[in-house]
Nanobody, 120 residues
């Protein structure tokens, strides 16, 4: 099992940037594929980005391609660099880990989320 804690959310103006972090603890970090999802008020949770165990291949939702970048290091951290933020990016952002599947549809373990608010 792995525990996930997100940080880095906050309030930013449109066009600005934020960097989210996800700190993992518990079982060996490198056995998990990692991902980010988000949920806006009144909407269902949606996929944002994912990265495979070895840190090579990455996947992105069309809505964030070219603006967001997912990465991971060897110290159990996963990051989501968000640039050119738009008001429609406002949501609670969740980190997820899965030992088997790349989490583009769902994940096995989840963090508590961090709020990102983008003002117009």
């Amino acid at each position: 099992q792995v525990q996930l804690v997100e940080s880095g959310g906050g309030l930013v103006q449109a066009g600005g940037s934020l960097r989210l972090s996800c700190a993992a603890s518990g079982r060996t970090f490198t056995i998990y594929h990692m991902g980010w999802f988000r949920q806006a008020p009144g909407k269902e949770r949606e996929f944002v980005a994912a990265i495979v165990k070895a840190g090579g291949s990455t996947y992105y939702a069309d809505s964030v391609k070219g603006r967001f970048t997912i990465s991971r290091d060897n110290a159990k951290n996963t990051y989501l660099q968000m640039n050119s933020l738009k008001p429609e990016d406002t949501a609670v952002y969740y980190c997820t880990a899965d030992p088997i599947r790349v989490p583009t549809l769902d994940g096995r373990f989840w963090g508590q989320g961090t709020q990102v608010t983008v003002s117009a």
